[in-house]
């Protein structure tokens, strides 16, 4: 069993920063892809971010220059730093790991419960 938590939602002003953080405990064998998502109600949830075992990031159009994600294969956690932050920005925002809990299982998907970040123009 994969669990996440994840911390670090709130309520800022236009402008400010949060950062976000995504611990993975319980059975890991190994982690491939981590990532955030975000879902506003009405809308599809979309891919803010993801970062590779190797380190590679793939970010949003909207959030580029802006959020970065970064993630530490020691201690299985992965964070994104938000600045600037827009009301656009608004969402319930979601860790998600590709992992496999056994050497012999394929991997699969992992998700948090979800954080909300509320943004005030």
């Known amino acids: 069993q994969v669990q996440l938590v994840e911390s670090g939602g709130g309520l800022v002003q236009a402008g400010g920063s949060l950062r976000l953080s995504c611990a993975a405990s319980?059975?890991?064998?190994?982690?491939?892809?981590m990532g955030w998502y975000r879902h506003v109600p009405g809308k599809v949830r979309e891919l803010v971010a993801a970062?590779?075992?190797?380190?590679?990031?793939n970010n949003a159009d909207s959030v580029k220059g802006r959020f970065t994600i970064s993630r530490d294969n020691a201690k299985n956690t992965v964070s994104l730093q938000m600045n600037s932050l827009r009301p656009e920005d608004t969402a319930v925002y979601y860790c998600?790991?590709?992992?496999?809990?056994?050497?012999?299982?394929?991997?699969?998907?992992?998700w948090g419960q979800g954080t909300q970040v509320t943004v005030s123009s």
């Open positions: 319980g059975s890991i064998f190994s982690i491939d892809a």
């Open positions: 998600k790991i590709v992992a496999r809990p056994f050497r012999n299982i394929p991997g699969g998907d992992y």
């Open positions: 970062i590779t075992s190797g380190g590679s990031t």
